[in-house]
């Protein structure tokens, strides 16, 4: 049977008005199964021309849309905290607010939710800013088993494709500020926890790919969230001690690596699944 879904988008003052007009409109007006509802978070103030974008998508959706604003800028984490309390239905859909949606994308991911998974995301491909051409597939791992295994090393999902059930993510402890790995935090909390999940490794996402896009994986600041990371994951248990040291070791040093060395080996072992024994 049919379950009724929201949508949860973020915007602040860093996104283009384009391209979150178009990736609202392929998330809601372009699918074949429409969301029941939108939740917009609007991330503290933003330019007067993303003003005019949220204006406008919120007058032509054919989904009734809540428009939440945050006064100030609070961070991801805590802003897709509020919209997900906001949300009507117990499934709700992720969208980032400068990517695309293909048409299917609800209609193939919602039968995998109401057929008993609490969490499901998709493949992705990857686009240029400039021309939109697509120049990578990123695949995910699919089931169960496999997901918890790769899970200890790389984060299984990619967050703008996935669908959850509030009650798993709540039931995880819901999303919590973590440097830049909230989403990989939450999701290894889920899997912990007991969630069901799963991916379909058909490309339902287009993902933007713009300048910096690799430069963005590397850094300090980087490698201190990376840290924190894996000392939370050693904290609730999720990895053993080798785990631990693998991962600061691998993840860590990957962080410092030149660019173009990081991303070859992300479209080498990341995007197209890599080797399993690699990971083992």
Not at 28 to 43: E, M
Not at 101 to 130: C, H, K, N, W, Y
């Amino acid at each position: 049977m049919s379950e009724p879904f929201s949508l949860l988008m973020a915007v602040y003052r860093g996104d283009h008005p384009v391209h979150f007009q178009k990736a609202f409109t392929s998330s809601v007006a372009g699918q074949t199964r429409r969301p029941d509802q939108v939740v917009l978070v609007q991330d503290g103030p933003v330019s007067p021309g993303l003003e005019g974008a949220i204006e406008h998508a919120l007058a032509d959706s054919p989904a009734p849309v809540l428009h939440h604003r945050i006064e100030r800028n609070v961070g991801l984490a805590d802003a897709l905290a509020q919209g997900l309390r906001l949300s009507d239905h117990d499934i709700v859909a992720r969208m980032d607010a400068d990517d695309i949606s293909l048409p299917e994308r609800f209609a193939a991911q919602l039968p995998a939710i109401e057929g008993g998974l609490d969490l499901v995301g998709t493949g992705m491909l990857e686009f240029l800013d400039d021309d939109g051409s697509i120049v990578g597939r990123r695949v995910p791992r699919t089931g169960q088993a496999e997901i918890e295994r790769y899970a200890r090393f790389h984060d299984p999902f990619s967050h703008p494709t996935v669908v959850y059930r509030r009650s798993a993510v709540e039931h995880a402890g819901g999303y919590r500020p973590l440097g830049l790995m909230e989403d990989y935090w939450l999701f290894a909390r889920m899997i912990h926890a007991g969630a069901r999940v799963g991916n379909l490794a058909e490309p339902l996402v287009m993902y933007r790919v713009g300048d910096g896009a690799y430069a963005r994986r590397g850094g300090r600041a980087q490698w201190r969230s990376e840290l924190a990371l894996q000392r939370a994951f050693r904290r609730i248990g999720f990895t053993t001690r080798g785990q631990y040291l693998r991962n600061v070791a691998v993840r860590g040093g990957y962080r410092f690596v030149p660019e173009p060395v990081r991303k070859a080996a992300y479209r080498r072992f990341i995007a197209r699944g890599g080797a399993r024994s690699a990971l083992d």
